[in-house]
Nanobody, 123 residues
Framework: QVQLVESGGGLVQAGGSLRLSCAASGRTFSNYAMGWFRQAPGKEREFVAAIRWSSGTSYYADSVKGRFTISRDNAKKTVYLQMTSLKPEDTAVYYC????????????????WGQGTQVTVSS
């Protein structure tokens, strides 16, 4: 079993930055992939970014490329999402997800999820 706990959300002005963290515990992570998704009110959950734990290969949604960076700290079993140049449309609940093999954009393919952390960007 895998447990994921997100932190770092909050209220920020447009153009500002936030760093989200996702601490993982439970099963080993040598072959896992970790992803970030977000869900705004009234909208479907959407892919933001993902990273392969072993190689560090990362993937991004077009809407966040060049503004968001996903990274991981193996020793701390923690994945980060550094968000810069934030826009009001980035406002959402951000979720961390993990899967033994899948590192893509389909939320249905991820086996484990955190509870989410709210990010609000004011204009």
């Amino acid at each position: 079993q895998v447990q994921l706990v997100e932190s770092g959300g909050g209220l920020v002005q447009a153009g500002g930055s936030l760093r989200l963290s996702c601490a993982a515990s439970g099963r080993t992570f040598s072959n896992y992939a970790m992803g970030w998704f977000r869900q705004a009110p009234g909208k479907e959950r959407e892919f933001v970014a993902a990273i392969r734990w072993s190689s560090g290969t990362s993937y991004y949604a077009d809407s966040v490329k060049g503004r968001f960076t996903i990274s991981r700290d193996n020793a701390k079993k923690t994945v980060y999402l550094q968000m810069t140049s934030l826009k009001p449309e980035d406002t959402a609940v951000y979720y961390c997800a993990a899967d033994p093999t899948y590192a893509g954009s389909s939320s249905a393919r991820y086996d484990y999820w955190g509870q989410g952390t709210q990010v609000t960007v004011s204009s």
